[in-house]
């Protein structure tokens, strides 16, 4: 037989139950699992002998491998390359803020099928979409690792290697494993999706994640450029994205993050901030700049990070239209876990 995940709460207690075990013992469970993080089936005193004994012979917790895990020079970064039991790498990212609130990145797909032209992850190929257990194991891991530190997972965001939308329901038992009381316990604003957007998903994200926090990636104010970058444009260009996500806002009436790289040469022209303003002045928007990280298939080639005191020009001209923006701190380039950058090099 097929062993079951732990973190699976549904299987787990009819496990329990066609074995003569009542399903409130799942509760002992989680308080070993997410409360205490013992993760060893023979260390879980609370349970019974008998409960301890069907778990082991049923069911596992976890499948990834850790491959290799560094830490950045300033400790504000890990990045942690797993193994997963089909063969892939894939990889997830904690990151430290100096105010103590953590944040995870976690994948979803081993690895992307979108093709961005900026993007070090697609060059890979898509691999697989992950399971809801290989993904919920990343953000088990670092809540553990996390609390050995003495600290807490604050915040999870949907934006490693993937694309969220195409591994959606996957994504939505992972989002709700991270919110469960008893699990992560983490808040639906403590949880950010970045997608590019694929229009048809739109009303069942609406339904399904009206509080969860959505990051767009936009890269461009017009078809023109977003198409030379972003091949998901030709299939559905900006007034249809547009379109769906003021229908998003309309239903839950919350700000939306667009996410604008700012590429040297590319999308970093001045006439495009006032295209940008001019985009989103009436809009529930914030604006994330992120400054190209250059990876070494592309940087020798054609595409540069934009000079700061252009994107704080952009940041400014910006502010003439009403739109709030921020430019994103690239705080862990010297262990390649930046934004575009997952892409499994190994360290030695
Ligand atoms: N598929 C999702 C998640 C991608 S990664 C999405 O499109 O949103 C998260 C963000 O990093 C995206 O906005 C992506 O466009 C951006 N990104 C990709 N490569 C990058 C690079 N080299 N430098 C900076 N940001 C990059």
């Known amino acids: 037989m097929q062993k079951i995940s732990i973190h699976d709460e549904k299987k787990v207690k009819q496990l329990l139950v066609e074995n003569g075990e009542k399903a409130f013992r799942y ?5 070993a699992l997410y409360k205490n993080f013992i993760d060893d089936f023979d260390k879980m005193e609370t349970l019974s002998k008998k409960a301890r004994e069907i778990l082991k012979e049923n069911c596992f917790i976890d499948t990834l491998i850790v491959d290799t895990e560094k830490t ?31 944040t995870l990145c976690v994948s979803c797909q081993a690895w992307c099928p979108m093709w961005c032209s900026f993007c070090a992850t697609w060059k890979l190929g898509l691999l697989k979409n992950l399971t809801n257990y290989e993904i919920i194991e990343q953000i088990y891991y ?33 989002i709700d494993f991270a919110n469960a009381q008893k699990k992560m316990d983490l808040a639906n604003r403590r949880i950010t999706v970045s997608t590019c957007w694929i229009v048809p998903w739109i009303n069942r994200f609406t339904e399904d994640f009206s509080q969860t926090g959505l990051a767009v990636s936009l890269h461009a104010p017009n078809d023109e450029i977003r198409q030379k970058i972003m091949p998901v444009d030709h299939t559905y260009p900006l007034k249809d994205l547009m379109k769906s996500l003021d229908d998003y806002v309309a239903k839950t009436n919350k700000r939306i993050f667009y996410e604008y790289i700012m590429i040297n040469w590319i999308n970093d022209d001045i006439k495009l901030a006032h295209e940008l303003g001019k985009l989103l002045e ?30 704080e020009k952009f940041q400014k001209i910006l502010q003439h239209y009403g739109v709030v923006s921020t430019i994103r701190m690239t705080m862990w380039d010297d262990i390649d876990a930046a934004c575009g950058q997952l892409a499994n090099k190994k360290w030695e």
């Open 27 to 31: 509760s002992q469970i989680e308080n």
């Open 72 to 102: 950045s020079s300033n400790w504000q970064t890990t990045k942690i390359l797993f193994k997963t039991e089909t063969g892939e790498f894939i990889e997830a990212v904690i990151m430290r803020h100096l105010t103590w609130r953590v």
């Open 142 to 174: 670092a809540a553990k690792l996390l609390n050995k530190e003495g600290n807490k997972l604050r915040n999870i965001v949907y934006m490693g290697m993937w694309e969220p939308m195409l591994n959606y329901d996957v994504v939505k038992e992972t």
């Open 282 to 311: 009436w809009r529930l928007a914030h604006v994330n700049f992120i400054p190209y990280n250059e990876w070494e298939w592309t940087s020798s080639d054609w595409f540069k990070t934009t000079p700061r005191f252009i994107i």
